[in-house]
């Protein structure tokens, strides 16, 4: 043993001399990979765009690079930069250089926390970068940017700015520990340091201080004594017991007994199915025990406990001078008197004249009558108890496969669907059910098969079945309905008929706005028609106003003979039904407009919504003379909102979202339809602001989570078959079918009685660069027909652009640039919203010698 040992200890140093190189190689090769991966993302970020193509073309000796490290550089940079992280890339090259001094036994940093605070960054830094440069340049990345893209589609951009900034806060927060609690210690412990540093400075003797108090009585300053500050204890409040209350406790419900069947549950229209029997079962009749131990009241702690301070005397009350309160009096007085008066006046008028008739314009329209729409027969539909008896049997066959137990099974038949509602046994998931969505489809050899689970408001799950013959919904079956004919609401809009065949209708101004989105061929389009239709058989020409925005420019062309009616356009513009990209904006701008100045005319009437204005009004409340008139309700329909938006983009997308947001109360209210329901169309700013929502079949799930924020349009068998999602549950519905002669029948019906004098006027709007043209009148750039349209106004008094448009056969921005001119130069007056200018000169002779001295 004493031989070996010396033998042993020799050769232990050789030994770890050998093991410990290949910690030292590994070790030194992280480091200068590290110094690599900066100096080649240095080198990248100078000169990306060039060498960003060069990153996969190593092997060409023809190319030339210009990154420091050649070809690896630029493909280092493209890999870990462009497509990665971005400027993030950096702290994979500190964490190799972290990694390398840790193999070397060098530990400069605490490696778990270092590689935490890396990870948190590298997440993080990318995110910001493209929140900040949109994409633009590398220093996001492509994981940078697709994130912020994604986030800011599902939280908006404040959202997104929300997430970032409450992250590194919370960061900051538990790395360097700033919790109220830790900052008022560390804030006591330097108040106590300073102190301290003070009294360690300050003289010990009480000579030092005998200077001081000589100059302060050369000074003649009086020395007053410190108040004196007496501590007492804290006394507990003397508890006071509680003196008994009688109660008078009420007597409890009757019990009622409980006689319930759950197998016979039935329905108008539902069909209820036992295992022996297949015929219709009684109704339902379930009473419930209800009884009730009433609870006896118990005093509140202020009565039971008097333990509140007593009050301070009350400062004595200084009344007002005789003199004062007179003055005050007759001013309160005054303020009675005055609204007393308008109250008077506007009684009088009533009692004179009667409350204000809008209708009056157009006292004998008659309304259209369901006769114009087509009678397609009877639609009551009819029970097949085959069918039901064949789909029951292999919906409960199927889950019994499965291990799935049922307890009670009904059906509901629709339209065009029958909804079986099923109990499960006890103890059976309902995920279980709904994992064997495809199997029931397979199994039932139908199309559009949807499971809901649960049922809202109910215990069951429900199963969405197609029915072999559907049976159509008409237009006139649902207009002709008493629920329609007897609504209330202000407007209303039927859509069609539920599953239960109930006809289904919704308040447009309660929505308050309705996105709708739908494959083509669905049944879109139809479903415009059918709430378009409904607002017309309900309302006057005088409530209700449409603006119409048709880029396919064929859907909604049917509707411009109800131009004097119904329509709304710009004052400049030709055709009532908005075609083109640039006159689009300038509608959406300004219904902006319009929404800001009945704003406006709410406020000076102190009413909170168009309905409440529109009853003062007729109640003679409201002066005209002020500004004040009736205002119709505005409905905006869009019918395909995807080409706005790929023409148009922002520049749509921001006053969309502006009447979206605002326009609800003062009655301006919008239908918006697509055909591609992506996120890039329907953003998050403006889906946030349309609650309502209509999907007919859509292509994929993806589209359905994107109108609905859930699966299941996708699941839709088409022709009008439909999910309406009110902000709350989802419901099915089978769209009223309408067909294009029945819209014409109905628009030549409105069209040929007598309508008002043009269309609707909307405000014009002018937009920041033509109101910045208008300015000091130059003569050099004097239109060539400056003063033939200079007669032209001042003979027909009228300011309008449009009329220059038609008289002198011009565009509009031609047209509108005289109009400027003639602003400058004091022939016109300035713009005036939806009416037309004010022209300052009275007749041609007037204007003659104002154009002669401007000659001169």
């Given at each position: 043993?004493?031989?070996?040992?010396?033998?042993?200890?020799?050769?232990?140093?050789?030994?770890?001399?050998?093991?410990?190189?290949?910690?030292?190689?590994?070790?030194?090769?992280?480091?200068?990979?590290?110094?690599?991966?900066?100096?080649s993302?240095?080198?990248?970020?100078?000169?990306?765009?060039?060498?960003?193509?060069?990153?996969?073309?190593?092997?060409?000796?023809?190319?030339?690079?210009?990154?420091?490290?050649?070809?690896?550089?630029?493909?280092?940079?493209?890999?870990?930069?462009?497509?990665?992280?971005?400027?993030?890339?950096?702290?994979?090259?500190?964490?190799?250089?972290v990694?390398?001094?840790?193999?070397?036994?060098?530990?400069?940093?605490?490696?778990?926390?270092?590689?935490?605070?890396?990870?948190?960054?590298?997440?993080?830094l990318?995110?910001?970068?493209?929140?900040?440069?949109?994409?633009?340049?590398?220093?996001?990345?492509?994981?940078?940017?697709?994130?912020?893209?994604?986030?800011?589609?599902?939280?908006?951009?404040?959202?997104?700015?929300?997430?970032?900034?409450?992250s590194?806060?919370?960061?900051?927060?538990?790395?360097?520990?700033?919790?109220?609690?830790?900052?008022?210690?560390?804030?006591?412990?330097?108040?106590?340091?300073?102190?301290?540093?003070?009294?360690?400075?300050?003289?010990?003797?009480?000579?030092?201080?005998?200077?001081?108090?000589?100059?302060?009585?050369?000074?003649g300053?009086?020395?007053?004594?410190?108040?004196?500050?007496?501590?007492?204890?804290?006394?507990?409040?003397?508890?006071?017991?509680?003196?008994?209350?009688?109660?008078?406790?009420?007597?409890?419900?009757?019990?009622?007994?409980?006689?319930?069947?759950?197998?016979?549950?039935?329905?108008?229209?539902?069909?209820?199915?036992?295992?022996?029997?297949?015929?219709?079962?009684?109704?339902?009749?379930?009473?419930?025990?209800?009884?009730?131990?009433?609870?006896?009241?118990?005093?509140?702690?202020?009565?039971?406990?008097?333990?509140?301070?007593?009050?301070?005397?009350?400062?004595?009350?200084?009344?007002?001078?005789?003199?004062?309160?007179?003055?005050?009096?007759?001013?309160?007085?005054?303020?009675?008197?005055?609204?007393d008066?308008?109250?008077?006046?506007?009684?009088?008028?009533?009692?004179?004249?009667?409350?204000?008739?809008?209708?009056?314009?157009?006292?004998?329209?008659?309304?259209?009558?369901v006769?114009?729409?087509?009678?397609y027969?009877?639609?009551?539909?009819?029970?097949?108890?085959?069918?039901?008896?064949?789909?029951?049997?292999?919906?409960v066959g199927?889950?019994?496969?499965?291990?799935?137990?049922?307890?009670?099974?009904?059906?509901?038949?629709?339209?065009?669907?029958?909804?079986?509602?099923?109990?499960?046994?006890?103890?059976?998931?309902?995920?279980?059910?709904?994992?064997?969505?495809?199997?029931?489809?397979?199994?039932?050899?139908?199309?559009?098969?949807?499971?809901i689970?649960?049922?809202?408001?109910?215990?069951?799950?429900?199963?969405?079945?197609?029915r072999?013959?559907?049976?159509?919904?008409?237009?006139?079956?649902v207009?002709?309905?008493?629920?329609?004919?007897n609504?209330?609401?202000?407007?209303?809009?039927?859509?069609g008929?539920?599953?239960?065949?109930?006809?289904?209708?919704?308040?447009?101004?309660?929505?308050?706005?309705?996105?709708?989105?739908?494959?083509?061929?669905?049944?879109?389009?139809?479903?415009?028609?059918?709430?378009l239709?409904?607002?017309?058989?309900?309302?006057?020409?005088?409530?209700?106003?449409?603006?119409?925005?048709?880029?396919?420019?064929?859907?909604?062309?049917?509707?411009?003979?109800?131009?004097?009616?119904?329509?709304?356009?710009?004052?400049?513009?030709?055709?009532?039904?908005?075609?083109?990209?640039?006159?689009?904006?300038?509608?959406?701008?300004?219904?902006?407009?319009?929404?800001?100045?009945?704003?406006?005319?709410?406020?000076?009437?102190?009413?909170?919504?168009?309905?409440?204005?529109?009853?003062?009004?007729?109640?003679?409340?409201?002066?005209?003379?002020?500004?004040?008139?009736?205002?119709?309700?505005?409905?905006?329909?869009?019918?395909?909102?995807?080409?706005?938006?790929?023409?148009?983009?922002?520049?749509?997308?921001?006053?969309?979202?502006r009447?979206?947001?605002?326009?609800?109360?003062?009655?301006?209210?919008?239908?918006?339809?697509?055909?591609?329901?992506?996120?890039?169309?329907?953003?998050?700013?403006?889906?946030?602001?349309?609650?309502?929502?209509?999907?007919?079949?859509?292509?994929?799930?993806?589209?359905?989570?994107?109108?609905?924020?859930?699966?299941?349009?996708?699941?839709l068998?088409?022709?009008?078959?439909?999910?309406?999602?009110?902000?709350?549950?989802?419901?099915?519905?089978?769209?009223?079918?309408?067909?294009?002669?029945?819209?014409?029948?109905?628009?030549?019906?409105?069209?040929?009685?007598?309508?008002?004098?043009?269309?609707?006027?909307?405000?014009?709007?002018?937009?920041?660069?033509?109101?910045?043209?208008?300015?000091?009148?130059?003569?050099?750039?004097?239109?060539?027909?400056?003063?033939?349209?200079?007669?032209?106004?001042?003979?027909?008094?009228?300011?309008?652009?449009?009329?220059?448009?038609?008289?002198?056969?011009?565009?509009?921005?031609?047209?509108?640039?005289?109009?400027?001119?003639?602003?400058?130069?004091?022939?016109?007056?300035?713009?005036?919203?939806?009416?037309?200018?004010?022209?300052?000169?009275?007749?041609?002779?007037?204007?003659?010698?104002?154009?002669?001295?401007?000659?001169?």
């Amino acid at each position: 043993m004493d031989k070996n040992t010396p033998k042993q200890q020799q050769e232990s140093p050789e030994k770890g001399k050998f093991l410990s190189k290949p910690r030292v190689f590994l070790g030194l090769t992280c480091i200068l990979f590290s110094v690599v991966l900066t100096f080649s993302f240095v080198s990248y970020l100078m000169n990306w765009q060039a060498d960003q193509s060069q990153a996969g073309t190593m092997l060409d000796k023809s190319i030339q690079s210009s990154n420091l490290f050649g070809k690896l550089g630029d493909w280092l940079g493209n890999i870990f930069i462009f497509e990665s992280i971005g400027v993030a890339s950096f702290i994979i090259a500190f964490l190799f250089l972290v990694f390398g001094t840790l193999i070397l036994k060098k530990r400069m940093f605490k490696p778990w926390k270092t590689v935490g605070h890396s990870l948190f960054f590298i997440c993080w830094l990318p995110i910001l970068f493209g929140a900040l440069t949109k994409g633009q340049g590398v220093l996001s990345g492509v994981y940078g940017y697709q994130i912020m893209d994604s986030l800011d589609a599902i939280i908006g951009s404040a959202g997104l700015w929300m997430v970032l900034a409450s992250s590194i806060a919370l960061y900051f927060i538990l790395e360097f520990n700033l919790r109220p609690s830790s900052i008022k210690s560390k804030l006591n412990d330097i108040n106590e340091n300073t102190i301290g540093r003070v009294k360690s400075m300050m003289p010990s003797s009480d000579e030092n201080f005998e200077a001081d108090e000589e100059l302060i009585e050369e000074a003649g300053i009086a020395e007053e004594p410190l108040p004196k500050i007496r501590v007492t204890e804290k006394v507990r409040p003397k508890t006071i017991a509680p003196e008994p209350v009688a109660v008078t406790v009420p007597k409890g419900f009757p019990e009622v007994p409980v006689s319930a069947d759950l197998d016979t549950i039935v329905t108008p229209n539902k069909t209820s199915f036992d295992e022996e029997k297949n015929d219709f079962s009684q109704p339902l009749n379930i009473n419930l025990n209800l009884s009730s131990k009433p609870a006896v009241p118990t005093s509140s702690p202020e009565e039971a406990f008097d333990i509140r301070p007593s009050a301070p005397p009350a400062a004595p009350v200084l009344a007002p001078a005789p003199e004062e309160e007179i003055k005050f009096n007759v001013e309160v007085a005054k303020v009675v008197d005055i609204l007393d008066d308008s109250d008077r006046k506007s009684n009088e008028l009533v009692q004179r004249h009667g409350l204000y008739d809008h209708k009056l314009d157009l006292a004998n329209f008659q309304m259209p009558t369901v006769d114009l729409l087509q009678d397609y027969g009877n639609e009551e539909i009819s029970i097949n108890k085959d069918e039901l008896e064949e789909n029951k049997n292999k919906i409960v066959g199927l889950l019994k496969n499965f291990n799935v137990g049922i307890a009670e099974i009904k059906a509901t038949i629709g339209p065009t669907v029958t909804l079986y509602e099923i109990v499960p046994e006890a103890g059976i998931r309902v995920s279980a059910i709904k994992k064997l969505q495809d199997d029931i489809a397979l199994n039932l050899s139908a199309l559009g098969i949807r499971i809901i689970a649960p049922m809202p408001g109910k215990g069951t799950i429900g199963i969405e079945v197609p029915r072999k013959n559907p049976t159509m919904v008409s237009m006139r079956s649902v207009i002709a309905s008493h629920k329609f004919q007897n609504t209330e609401m202000d407007l209303p809009v039927v859509f069609g008929k539920t599953i239960s065949n109930e006809i289904f209708m919704a308040d447009l101004s309660k929505m308050p706005h309705l996105l709708m989105a739908g494959a083509t061929g669905q049944g879109k389009s139809v479903g415009i028609n059918a709430i378009l239709t409904s607002l017309l058989y309900k309302k006057h020409p005088s409530e209700l106003k449409f603006v119409m925005v048709d880029p396919k420019k064929v859907e909604l062309s049917l509707y411009s003979k109800i131009e004097r009616h119904y329509l709304a356009k710009l004052p400049d513009s030709d055709d009532a039904i908005i075609t083109d990209t640039n006159k689009v904006i300038n509608t959406l701008n300004s219904l902006c407009v319009e929404m800001d100045m009945r704003y406006d005319l709410l406020k000076n009437a102190f009413c909170k919504n168009l309905k409440e204005y529109n009853k003062k009004f007729a109640e003679r409340k409201l002066n005209p003379e002020n500004g004040h008139r009736y205002l119709p309700y505005i409905v905006l329909v869009v019918d395909e909102f995807a080409d706005l938006i790929m023409t148009a983009g922002k520049e749509v997308e921001m006053p969309i979202a502006r009447l979206a947001q605002l326009a609800r109360a003062v009655g301006i209210h919008l239908i918006v339809a697509t055909q591609r329901p992506s996120v890039n169309v329907i953003t998050g700013m403006i889906k946030a602001n349309f609650p309502a929502r209509a999907a007919f079949r859509v292509i994929s799930s993806v589209d359905s989570r994107t109108i609905l924020d859930s699966p299941g349009a996708d699941q839709l068998i088409g022709k009008g078959d439909m999910l309406y999602f009110n902000g709350n549950e989802i419901l099915r519905l089978q769209c009223a079918f309408i067909d294009t002669p029945e819209v014409e029948r109905l628009a030549e019906f409105i069209g040929e009685q007598k309508g008002y004098s043009s269309a609707f006027l909307l405000p014009e709007y002018v937009s920041e660069d033509a109101t910045s043209t208008v300015g000091a009148f130059d003569p050099n750039e004097k239109d060539a027909l400056f003063e033939e349209a200079a007669r032209i106004i001042v003979s027909t008094q009228q300011g309008s652009t449009s009329m220059l448009q038609r008289q002198l056969k011009l565009g509009y921005n031609r047209a509108g640039r005289i109009m400027d001119q003639l602003e400058a130069i004091g022939i016109v007056g300035g713009f005036n919203g939806a009416k037309a200018r004010e022209v300052l000169i009275s007749d041609l002779h007037s204007l003659e010698q104002f154009l002669e001295d401007m000659r001169s």
